[in-house]
T-cell receptor, first 121, second 116 residues
Framework: GAVVSQHPSWVICKSGTSVKIECRSL??????MFWYRQFPKQSLMLMAT?????????EQGVEKDKFLINHASLTLSTLTVTSAHPEDSSFYIC?????????????????FGPGTRLTVL | DQQVKQNSPSLSVQEGRISILNCDYT??????FLWYKKYPAEGPTFLIS?????DKNEDGRFTVFLNKSAKHLSLHIVPSQPGDSAVYFC???????????????FGQGTILTVHP
């Protein structure tokens, strides 16, 4: 259980184009999904938190108009990188939280997708 | 400002020996600490965690130690196996803004290589 998929697994695009990345929870309903970005040899940086049916909450320094997040259903969240530029090239990972489970404390709440490698030429 | 640091980018260990991965944090208010394992082209998977009220938690070959006074935690893998070769991230979980879920802040990761 607790499987999260991402699509595509990798994408190459030209500068100025927009790219959409999908994150799906396959066997549970995800009331909350998180989007992370990882640069080579660096940590996963939380970009934004999305709750189903409401606007995403962006971390400080993340441009909300640049990284559009939509969480229209309990199993799907999308991240759209608008007008992508080479500096947006990175590894993007989503995670999903099973809303039916009341976790607290040290327990793991997030289940991660396999990531999407974005290369902007 | 990096709140969670893994100062060793890589670690190489012989099969059967102990692997010790280290992590330091800056905020003494952090309550929950987690370790994740990540293979290339895959997302992180949860390994083991510990609450700040404990100093040790063990799960099979994996043990996490927490030293609150030093703001340091470590992951011990005994015995190490070639299949353990992966990137290991420590993370802290905190509850923000009255939410019911915890947000994670990750360290930079340590690449563990276990040689046969």
């Amino acid at each position: 259980g607790a499987v999260v998929s991402q699509h595509p697994s990798w994408v190459i695009c030209k500068s100025g184009t927009s790219v959409k990345i999908e994150c799906r929870s396959l066997d549970f309903q995800a009331t909350t999904m998180f989007w992370y970005r990882q640069f080579p040899k660096q940590s996963l940086m939380l970009m934004a938190t999305s709750n189903e049916g409401s606007k995403a909450t962006y971390e400080q320094g993340v441009e909300k108009d640049k990284f559009l997040i939509n969480h229209a259903s309990l199993t799907l969240s999308t991240l759209t990188v608008t007008s992508a530029h080479p500096e947006d090239s990175s590894f993007y990972i989503c995670s999903a939280r099973d809303g039916s489970i009341q976790f607290s404390g040290p327990y793991n709440e997030q289940f991660f997708g396999p990531g999407t490698r974005l290369t902007v030429l | 400002d990096q709140q969670v640091k893994q100062n060793s980018p890589s670690l190489s260990v012989q099969e059967g020996r102990i692997s010790i991965l280290n992590c330091d944090y800056t905020n003494s208010m952090f309550d929950y600490f987690l370790w994740y394992k990540k293979y290339p082209a895959e997302g992180p998977t949860f390994l083991i965690s510990i609450s700040s009220i404990k100093d040790k938690n063990e799960d099979g070959r994996f043990t996490v130690f927490l030293n609150k006074s030093a703001k340091h935690l470590s992951l011990h893998i005994v015995p190490s196996q070639p299949g353990d070769s992966a990137v290991y991230f420590c993370a802290v979980k905190f509850y923000a803004g009255g939410t019911s879920y915890g947000k994670l802040t990750f360290g930079q990761g340590t690449i563990l290589t276990v040689h046969p």
